[in-house]
């Protein structure tokens, strides 16, 4: 079965820094581009990053500079690097695989169950 | 960024109706729309693809059309399980958006 599981997330100041990590199964991640998607409460959904096969890397502009997404091959796991947190950040962070490898049509076949992030003071 | 805005954020129907969402994108995008389904407290779930591939285990009641800047979603045969909230997403450019979603609601 393949399996995507977050984990990391929790309360964290404003300013603060927080590391995400999914752990995926049943595929290897380096075989596909990867995402992170996050939702707010109440609201809808915001694409955040992406990681190319290649290891190219793009990010929303919100976050853009704060944000880092990175990968651990042999441990078949995804990370979110997030510094300078900010309140709007406070959302549902998901880990989201896109089985397009590149040929375009890019869409989110496989979703974690989320990972809770609050910037509060 | 191209913007996705969806219609209506919110629409009541019956069980065994048909239902209709709208998006439309603030410039063309070929056929590059997916559509997810969410549930409350859930992970979203990929329905359709390229405007109007059904993915695989979806059932036969969802069908996606459109292209250029237009896109709908319809189900036919409403069933319970299909009252959720439902989101356009593009992916003509690198910097993928999301429409705001249309929740579905029963009558």
């Known amino acids: 079965e393949m399996l995507l599981v977050e984990s990391g997330g929790g309360l964290v100041q404003p300013g603060g820094s927080l590391r995400l990590s999914c752990a995926a199964s049943g595929f290897s991640i380096t075989d596909y581009y990867m995402s992170w998607v996050r939702q707010a409460p109440g609201e809808g959904l915001e694409w955040v990053s992406v990681?190319?096969?290649?290891?190219?890397?793009y990010f929303a502009e919100s976050v853009r500079g704060r944000f880092t997404i990175s990968r651990d091959n042999p441990n078949n796991t995804l990370y979110l690097q997030m510094n300078t947190l900010k309140s709007e950040d406070t959302a549902v962070y998901y880990c989201?695989?896109?089985?397009?490898?590149?040929?375009?049509?890019?869409?989110?076949?496989?979703w974690g169950q989320g990972t809770l992030v609050t910037v509060s003071s | 960024d191209i913007q996705m805005t969806q219609s209506p954020s919110s629409l009541s129907a019956s069980v065994g109706d048909s239902v209709t969402f709208t998006c439309r994108a603030s410039?063309?995008?070929?056929?590059?729309v997916n559509w997810y389904q969410q549930k409350s407290g859930k992970a979203p779930k990929l329905l359709i693809y390229a405007a109007s591939t059904l993915q695989r285990g979806v059932p036969s009641r969802f069908r996606g059309s459109g292209s250029g800047t237009d896109f709908t979603l319809t189900v036919t045969s409403l069933q319970p399980e299909d009252f959720a909230t439902y989101y356009c997403?593009?992916?003509?450019?690198?910097?993928?958006?999301f429409g705001q979603g249309t929740k579905l609601e029963i009558k």
């Open positions: 997403q593009q992916s003509f450019t690198t910097l993928i958006t």
């Open positions: 410039q063309s995008i070929g056929t590059y």
């Open positions: 990681i190319y096969t290649g290891g190219s890397t």
């Open positions: 989201v695989r896109d089985p397009s490898m590149g040929r375009g049509y890019e869409n989110f076949d496989l």
